[in-house]
């Protein structure tokens, strides 16, 4: 292996079939981990399969051409490792944790779920049951709900306006014959990523995943488009309740972008209790008791979001305040609170490159988005380089874009009137 500028970045080896394998080893550090990433998410399905991936991160643990669910189970707890997977928008992954010596063990175990999984009829059925039990639990969220329709709002009929968790009757009606050509047709070398971190031998990592994943199809890439941003409003009267759940937010570049001023922006606004969002909303005007600000990144593209809670009279008020703030902060950014917001996402960086979990998945998503893996070092440099002008500049670019706003729980008629009119005000 052979290490990328800067001297922090991960070590990276490509196989011939176009698997890469990267590695941060911790020589410190006792623990560890491995995951396998996939670069297939929900915005990589049709409408008629919205929801298969999500199907198969839960199926590939029950049971595969060599072991059955128990064993897959029994083999990481017998090393006191935890085993676990997720679905996003633009990928899947399955992670092992546990002690850095058996990583390459954590290798051999995910492979076999990752590639050998045989979705028997009987555990399908048993878990449709837990699927659209998750289901359920999210239908009763009100701000889960208002999250997706924020992304309906954002990106409209793109495929990115999907939920992660997909359709009811995609999860009651897909087959084990459906999910096996899911696999065969995605899970192919040139969209996986095997990423160990921690106390590991990077070695031995690359051997293990040279053996498990060697002889995988190439493939091809599974490459996003980009999501064109519709904007505008989505409401929905949920029984939740008597509070009003609000999303607001703008579009941002993807992860393929190198510009930090939208990750500043996002905390300028709304990272802690000091900045002018909750500042204003909670502390000034007792509006909301939790309010926050966050910038997502993908691979076709990314959302400022902004989410609080609040009674429902307090919509105009609410929209009108962050309205304004929006439009003070593309005029002018206090130093004190870009200083904040600086460091604050200085040290949300340092604190995931000491994490396994967020250390692999920022290297797997680097790959699939620029094709390498950033070292903190540079993470760092792209914050610290962002000055007062660019953070304006991002905060105009939102703005010229326009919002998108979803709002669930206790609405009444006329909301989306009164949206309309809370905006232009």
Not at 41 to 66: C, D, P, Q, Y
Not at 183 to 190: D, F, I, L, S, W
Not at 373 to 380: D, I, K
Request: with cysteine; glycine share 8%; proline share 4%.
């Amino acid at each position: 292996m052979t290490r990328e500028p800067p001297n922090d970045a991960p070590l990276l080896h490509t196989l011939p079939n176009g698997v890469r394998v990267v590695a941060m080893p911790r020589p410190q550090r006792r623990t560890g981990g491995v995951s396998v990433f996939v670069r297939v998410g929900s915005a990589h399905e049709s409408r008629a399969l919205n929801g298969i991936g999500h199907v198969l991160e839960h199926m590939a643990f029950k049971g595969t051409s060599e072991r059955d669910a128990y064993r897959v189970n029994l083999d990481a707890e017998a090393l006191g490792a935890e085993v676990n997977a997720h679905t996003d928008k633009d990928h899947t992954a399955y992670h092992m944790r546990g002690l850095g010596e058996h990583a390459p063990r954590f290798v051999a175990m995910l492979a076999d779920i990752v590639r050998h999984a045989t979705f028997p009829d009987d555990e399908l059925a048993r878990e449709r049951e837990v699927l659209l039990q998750e289901v359920a639990e999210v239908e009763d969220d009100p701000m889960t709900v208002a999250y997706q329709l924020f992304d309906h709002a954002c990106w409209a009929a793109h495929p990115a306006a999907q939920p992660v968790i997909g359709q009811r009757r995609v999860i009651e009606r897909c087959t084990r014959e459906q999910l096996a050509a899911h696999v065969q047709q995605h899970y192919t070398g040139a969209n996986v990523v095997v990423a160990a971190a921690g106390g590991i031998d990077e070695n031995a990592v690359l051997r293990a995943a040279g053996a498990a994943f060697g002889d995988m199809p190439h493939g091809r890439a599974n490459a996003l488009t980009a999501a064109d941003y519709a904007g505008g409003t989505r409401v929905k009267r949920m029984d939740a309740g008597r509070q009003m759940h609000l999303v607001m937010g703008y579009p941002i570049a993807g992860r393929a972008d190198d510009d930090a001023a939208v990750d500043l922006a996002a905390a300028v606004l709304g990272d802690g209790m000091s900045s002018p969002l909750l500042a204003e909303l909670r502390e000034k005007r007792g509006l909301v008791y939790h309010a926050a600000c966050n910038a997502d990144r993908f691979e076709f593209g990314g959302q400022l979001a902004i989410e609080a809670s609040f009674a429902p009279e307090h919509l105009a008020v609410v929209l009108g305040q962050v309205s304004r703030l929006m439009r003070e902060l593309a005029a002018s950014v206090d130093a004190v609170d870009l200083e904040r917001a600086r460091n604050q996402v200085i040290v949300r960086l340092l604190r995931h490159d000491e994490r396994v979990a967020q250390r692999t998945e920022d290297a797997a998503l680097d790959l699939f988005a620029i094709g390498r893996a950033r070292g903190v070092a540079e993470r760092l440099a792209r914050v610290r380089e962002v000055g007062a002008d660019r953070v304006r500049a991002a905060f105009q670019r939102m703005l010229a874009a326009g919002p998108s706003v979803a709002v669930t729980g206790s609405v009444g008629r006329g909301a989306s009137h009164r949206i309309d009119d809370a905006l232009r005000a």
